[in-house]
Nanobody, 124 residues
Framework: QVQLVESGGGLVQAGGSLRLSCAAS????????MGWVRQAPGKEREFVAA????????LYADAVQGRFIISRDNAKNTMYLQLNSLKPEDTAVYYC?????????????????WGQGTQVTVSS
């Protein structure tokens, strides 16, 4: 089993940037597809981004394409999400997720491991 801990959330003005981190422990980090899922108040959880085991294949939700960047450092067992050009509609709890698969997918149910989440609030 892999344990995931997010950090880096906070309050930022529209147009600003944040970088989220996800530290993993418990299993070999490079054996997992890693991703981010978010949940806004009153809405269902939605896929944000994911990266393959080596980080060479990346998927993004249309809503964040071109603004968010996912990356991972397998030597540090850590994944990142750079959030740029933030909008109020990006306000949500962001969850780090992992799946013992080869390639990333947008299907949230595929991700077996979840962190506790970190709050991102974008003010207008």
């Amino acid at each position: 089993q892999v344990q995931l801990v997010e950090s880096g959330g906070g309050l930022v003005q529209a147009g600003g940037s944040l970088r989220l981190s996800c530290a993993a422990s418990g299993r070999t980090f490079s054996n997992y597809v890693m991703g981010w899922v978010r949940q806004a108040p009153g809405k269902e959880r939605e896929f944000v981004a994911a990266a393959s085991r080596g980080g060479g294949t990346k998927l993004y939700a249309d809503a964040v394409q071109g603004r968010f960047i996912i990356s991972r450092d397998n030597a540090k067992n850590t994944m990142y999400l750079q959030l740029n050009s933030l909008k109020p509609e990006d306000t949500a709890v962001y969850y780090c997720v992992a799946d013992n698969a080869v390639l990333p997918v947008r299907t949230i149910a595929a991700y077996d491991y979840w962190g506790q989440g970190t709050q991102v609030t974008v003010s207008s």
